[in-house]
């Protein structure tokens, strides 16, 4: 077991920057896919970006390729995800996710296996 706590979000004005961090605790000596999805009300949750355990690779949704980044820390056991140029179509609940599996395996299946509580980030026009 896994878990998740996550922290970062606000209210921002479209064109700034924000910064959503992870933290993870207790079975953390396993190697896990962190990830972030996002959902908004009325709709499913959305693939927003993805980390395999060692940081070497990373996927993005089209939708926030060139503006999100995603890093970890695994001495610290944290996963960040860095936000610029925010529109305000990014305005949703942030969730920190974490798998079992590679990321070339879980992907941007909304059925990774751990799950924070989320953070809302809104985003003025």
């Known amino acids: 077991q896994v878990q998740l706590v996550e922290s970062g979000g606000g209210l921002v004005q479209a064109g700034e920057s924000l910064r959503l961090s992870c933290a993870a605790s207790?079975?953390?000596?396993?190697?896990?896919?962190m990830g972030w999805f996002r959902q908004t009300p009325g709709k499913e949750r959305e693939f927003v970006a993805g980390i395999s355990w060692n940081g070497g690779n990373q996927r993005y949704a089209l939708a926030v390729k060139d503006r999100f980044t995603i890093a970890r820390d695994n001495a610290k056991n944290t996963v960040d995800l860095q936000m610029n140029s925010l529109k305000p179509e990014d305005t949703a609940v942030y969730y920190c996710t974490a798998d079992r599996r590679l990321l070339s395996e879980v992907g941007i299946s909304p059925d990774y296996d751990y799950w924070g509580q989320g953070t809302q980030v809104t985003v003025s026009s």
């Open positions: 207790g079975r953390t000596d396993r190697r896990y896919t």
